[in-house]
């Protein structure tokens, strides 16, 4: 699908929605005021990649129940890309030795707003940008992987260089004292829950083997000063250790916390792998499923309640399934779905419908699976143009 019917489909899906708004409001009283219909219309937004790594470059997706199609690609480049979406408007992310991060309208696909460097003026080597983390539509941080200062950001600048406010996050006293790949924390994700960010950071060693703890920062949004935890009475920084190593992920859920994925070692036995859980007020840590359970590597997860929880459990290269499990009872529970089993699966995401999309990069036919919870069946099928590899979604509101 070209930009033109893409859009053509997203304009006569607002119409219907408007008419259906509009004469739902016929019956009510005459006398009343008539407001214009608010209309919400979210957006699947895809990373997709080459399958030889040459190019990557970013599709859309109008979400609908069914029968839903991608729109693109846009802004063809690097194949080591990310996206990150907050309202209308995504952020793609060019990672290492990309170090920028463009800008984009949904509305208008195929023109970046701006486009930024992840390096300040003078700094050498790469940023290797990861994410941005929103604490509102006006203020987030960017994690930069290859340094130790996250960069406090402003996502609703409406120029490149009113991006960066100047401000960075200072984590270079996790830098591990006695072994530790190019004197760096490795940040790798983050969440912001009641005012406060938390940054996860991996600490390899100079053989990117996790033989560090991993560990977790907490800062105050509102003064981006870091926040003394006491979670260990051994060590000499202000957060949280881990239990497992090597985090990746990190996702707060409602009456659980913050669950976090750790990958472990890159390669079996992958020691270190887990699913962590921190609690957001006493920053204690538990196990949801320690390494001691699992003998493969648990590579991406999606938690939805105390009761219903998904992994991406990697077992080689290629050979990933997609297993449910209830996160009461831990890896006891892991089922496979679908029969979704020794395939090269990139990514899983909840949509803002409650519906799992997942990155399928089979390289003969390569798109995003949507799995509806409530019976784990696959309710539509994404084609790609490249190997889908990240996930995210915006939302446009509209008064037509």
């Known amino acids: 699908m070209n930009q033109t019917e893409f859009f053509s489909l997203r ?29 919400t219309e979210n957006f699947g937004i895809i990373a997709t990649a080459a399958d030889d790594y040459t190019s ?7 979400i609908k129940e069914t029968g839903m199609q991608a729109s693109g690609g846009y802004f063809s480049g690097i194949s080591d890309i990310t996206v990150n979406g907050y309202g209308q408007h995504y952020y793609l992310i060019r990672k290492l030795n990309g170090d920028q ?33 929103f604490a509102n539509e006006s203020k987030g941080y960017l994690l930069r992987y290859g ?54 950071m991996q600490r390899l060693d100079s053989n990117w083997s996790p033989t560090n703890a991993g560990y977790v920062a907490v800062f105050d949004t509102t003064t981006d000063t870091e926040i003394e935890t006491n979670a260990s009475a051994t060590d000499t920084v202000k957060g949280i250790p881990l ?24 390669s079996a036995p992958f020691e270190g792998t887990s699913l962590d859980v921190v609690d957001p007020e006493t920053y204690q840590v538990s196990s949801m499923i320690p390494d001691a359970d699992i003998d493969t590597q648990i ?17 080689g290269w290629q050979d990933i399934s997609l297993q449910s499990f209830n996160p009461s009872e831990g890896a006891s529970s892991l089922t496979t779905i679908n029969n979704l089993t020794g395939k090269d699966l990139r990514d899983i995401e909840l949509s803002p419908e409650g519906r799992l999309w997942l990155a399928d990069a089979t390289l003969s036919n390569p798109g995003v699976r949507v799995i509806d919870p409530s019976d784990n069946s696959q309710a539509d099928f994404i084609g790609t143009s490249l190997l889908p590899i990240a996930i995210s979604f915006g939302t446009v509101v509209a008064n037509p």
Not at 23 to 35: K, N, R
Not at 56 to 62: D, T, W
Not at 112 to 126: F, R
Not at 149 to 166: K, L, M, Y
Request: proline share 4%; aromatic share 6%.
């Open 56 to 62: 990557g470059e970013v599709e859309l997706v109008a």
């Open 299 to 315: 590579n991406d997860a999606v938690i939805i309640s105390q009761t219903q929880g998904y992994i991406l459990n990697y077992a």
């Open 101 to 133: 991060v463009l800008k984009v309208d949904i509305e208008n696909p195929g023109k970046e707003v701006w486009e930024a460097s992840t390096l300040e003026s003078g700094e050498q080597g790469s940023a290797n940008p990861y994410q941005i983390v």
């Open 147 to 200: 340094k130790n200062e996250a960069w406090v950001v402003n996502p609703s600048a409406n120029r490149a260089e009113d991006f960066f406010t100047g401000k960075t996050l200072d984590l270079s006293g996790y830098v591990p004292t006695e072994d530790s790949k190019d004197d760096v924390v490795q940040m790798s994700a983050g969440a912001v829950v009641n005012g406060k960010l938390f940054i996860t």
């Open 243 to 266: 239990i497992g190593k090597n985090p990746s992920n990190i996702q707060h859920v409602e009456g659980i916390g913050l669950v976090i994925t750790n990958l472990g070692g890159f």
């Open 11 to 39: 304009t006569n899906t607002l119409a219907a929605l408007a008419l259906t708004i509009g004469l739902t409001g016929c019956g009510g009283d005459s006398s009343s005021s008539t407001q214009d219909p608010v209309i």
